[in-house]
């Protein structure tokens, strides 16, 4: 097995366990809470209090649905791009995905990951599996660089030689410096953008990350 199949293999297992203990977090939270649902409609429900208490907790079960649902899509798409490596990548989607799959580290220090897509389609190369592991790379080496309750924003541009997607860090609103180049995870990141044929920037002293995604021949706006 190479280097990369390793690598993948690596990313494969990691991204599925946080998966999976996110899945078992969201039913545990759906389960208590349709367990409190059902004590208080055993209640007296003609004064508000408990119709605001039972609404609030129906509205806590839509919550965590969504968010199973979107931990449900991206464990299949992981899936599907270790069963056909040859499927498109459109990087607004695989930026998303990654977003999902971080939730579980960022949380841990009550960080969030928020992606603004490009407004066009971004086609880029390398197989799909191979763009989110340089993502993720990237991004888990930037978490690991923010401070708590920091959020890390990761953000698609329009393509000039290639597909940029920044990431940047800040707390409270000011933008926080990282230097991704000092942590031992560097060499994985870098290794994994060097796999898919990206290339890597750093701008703004030390507060972005850039990773620049080679195009398809087809390029940018497919379908917009």
Not at 32 to 42: K, N
Not at 85 to 114: D, F, I, Y
Request: net charge neutral; aromatic share 2%.
């Amino acid at each position: 097995m190479s280097i990369s199949d390793s690598r993948r293999v690596e990313f494969v297992a990691r991204v599925t366990a946080d998966m999976a203990h996110e899945l078992r977090n969201v039913l545990a939270i759906v389960k208590e809470t349709a367990g409190l649902i059902g004590d208080l409609t055993t209640l007296d429900t003609s004064n508000s209090p408990d119709h605001d208490k039972i609404m609030n907790l129906v509205a806590r079960v839509q919550r965590q649905a969504d968010r199973g649902a979107k931990l449900t899509d991206v464990v299949h798409q992981v899936v599907r791009s270790c069963e056909d490596p040859g499927l498109p990548t459109e990087l607004n989607q695989a930026a998303a995905h990654v977003a999902v799959m971080s939730c579980r580290q960022a949380r841990k220090k009550r960080q969030s990951v928020q992606v603004t897509p490009c407004d066009d389609e971004l086609h880029v190369l390398g197989r799909r599996l191979g763009v989110y592991v340089a993502l993720h790379a990237a991004t888990e080496c930037c978490l690991g660089l923010l401070p708590e309750s920091a959020v890390l924003a990761v953000n698609l541009r329009p393509p000039t030689d290639g597909a940029p997607v920044d990431l940047m860090g800040s707390l409270g609103g000011i933008a926080v410096r990282i230097q991704p180049t000092r942590t031992p995870s560097w060499d994985s990141v870098r290794d994994a953008v060097a796999d898919i044929g990206a290339s890597l920037q750093a701008g703004n002293g030390n507060r972005i990350l850039r990773i620049v995604f080679p195009l398809t021949s087809a390029g940018q706006g497919i379908g917009s």
